[in-house]
């Protein structure tokens, strides 16, 4: 699903966030057609959503992919 960069077994961050921080939009809308729970999945280290992962990596096509598909704005990580 994704474009082979990062994602895997040993990494802290869940395709989604992959997807989320290189501004996959098809993978993002796959993942999340086949299961919207991801919208809030936490990653392993620091509890930071796809949300944080599209705004850290300045990606703001799919920050406002994930907003439209409900991502919680106000969401935080383990430093709040």
Known sequence: VL???GAGP???MAPIHDAAKL???ESLGQ???A???LLEAKDKGWEQRP???ACL???VEAARFLLDRGAEIDSR???G
């Open 10 to 12: 040993g990494r802290d």
């Open 77 to 79: 990580d383990i430093l």
């Open 31 to 33: 993942l999340l057609d």
């Open 35 to 37: 299961t919207p729970d």
């Open 23 to 25: 501004n996959d939009l």
């Open 3 to 5: 474009c082979g960069v």
């Open 57 to 59: 990596g300045g990606c």
């Open 51 to 53: 949300l944080h992962a």
